[in-house]
Each structure stands twice: as C-alpha cells, then as structure tokens.
C-alpha cells in the first residue's frame, strides 16, 4: 500500500485546501485549548466539510473526556480518532465500541524500549510515532522534535505506524528511508510560525514525501508473528 501523507493542525479554509491540492491522504484538527493549533469545533466541522470524500478527516484530543468527544463526532464527523494523550488501553477500547470509528494512538518515543507500549493497545488501528515530549513540554506533540528514526527498524506492530516528530520538506525523505513507516504525519514542519500553516510549505512536504515513496518504503507493516 503506497504512503499516507497526514497533514495536521489545519485551522483555516487556505490551509486545508492547500493540502487537499498537495495530494495529502488525512488532515487533522487539533482539540487542545492551549494548542497554538487548537480550531474551535464549529469552525473545524465547515472546514471538514472542504475535504470530505477527497482525504480522510482526524480529530485530535489530549485525555478529553468522552462528552468532548461525543460532541466532536457530532459536529465534525470524523473518518479517525487520533488520541494523543495517557489514555489507557480500556479507554481506547470503550471509545471505539462507542463511537465506532477507527483509533489512531500516539506513543512518544525517545528510545526502543518505549515502542513496546503499542503492545498495550491491540485495539487501536494506527499508531503514531512521536518524539517523546520533553519533561518540561505544555503538550505531548506538536514540539517540533526528531527522534532517532534507526528506532524502528525492525520493529513490527499489529497495526500500521506512522511518524512524527520534527518533519519537514528536507528531512521526511531520510525518515522514510530508515524508519519505513505506513505514513508520515507533519505539523509544525509545515509552518511560518506557531499554528500559521504556510501553502507552499505544505506542498514541498506532500511532493518530497511521495519521490520518497516512490523509490521505496515498506508501506502497511505485517502483523508480528
């Protein structure tokens, strides 16, 4: 399967059309307050409805309770559930029987070890891989920080991964050459400022991570045996 390319953090009508001319597969929204992304749902649900049918549509949340959620679902009708918080294994699993739509969870990384929390979460659909937040971090994404991509190699999960973390135009195509991820996830790698997407960033992030696709990646990782 070729490479998801998911822009996320999108708060405005250019930016979210610039990544569907882009070609970008998924574009997230951002549900945290004190996110410099953050999009008000009732701007976000009309903003959703620029992209529908032509990229998949995430919602994003940090330890949100379930009426937060509930009322995400309503409004924003999302194709995917991205949780990037604590949230624990039994809560993944109650909010996709609820609300039945795909999870994505996040798992902060900063060495091997912490790849084995996917194990926990045999429910989830996707995974994001991310940089591990700093002790001192506001939130647990969104930092513009690289991880040492060589972690994954080798690593299988039971369900596709994608990466984050510190991506931009000038360095996706080396992270997918040695991570060989299902997907890559940019955010702040795509701005002029905090929150302030930048079009021609967006485009030169979706072109570079295609040519890098097309000379080879392993796309949807095998279940483990």
Not at 16 to 44: T, W
Not at 188 to 204: H, N, T, W, Y
């Amino acid at each position: 399967m070729s490479l998801l390319v998911k822009i996320c953090g999108l708060s405005t009508q250019s930016s979210v059309e610039a990544a569907i001319a882009a070609g970008a597969d998924m574009i997230g929204f951002v549900f945290v307050r004190k996110s410099p992304r953050h999009v008000c749902l009732d701007e976000a649900a009309k903003l959703a409805e620029l992209a529908r049918g032509r990229a998949a549509i995430v919602a994003l949340t940090v330890d949100a309770r379930e009426e937060t959620i509930s009322q995400i679902v309503e409004n924003l009708r999302p194709d995917l559930i991205q949780l990037h918080g604590q949230e624990a294994p039994e809560w993944v699993a109650h909010l996709r029987a609820k609300f039945k739509l795909p999870m994505m969870k996040a798992i902060g990384v900063a060495r091997r070890d912490d790849l084995f929390a996917v194990q926990a979460y045999p429910m989830a659909d996707r995974f994001l891989i991310d940089a591990k937040a700093p002790v001192d971090a506001e939130l647990p994404g969104g930092n513009g920080r690289p991880f040492d991509w060589r972690l994954l190699d080798g690593f299988a999960s039971s369900a596709p991964l994608m990466l984050s973390g510190g991506l931009d135009a000038g360095n996706v195509a080396e992270a997918i050459r040695i991570a060989r991820p299902a997907g890559v996830d940019v955010s702040s790698g795509v701005e002029r400022a905090p929150g302030l997407k930048d079009e021609a960033m967006i485009a030169a992030f979706v072109r570079a991570a295609r040519a890098a696709a097309g000379r080879g990646n392993r796309g949807e990782p095998s279940c483990p045996s």
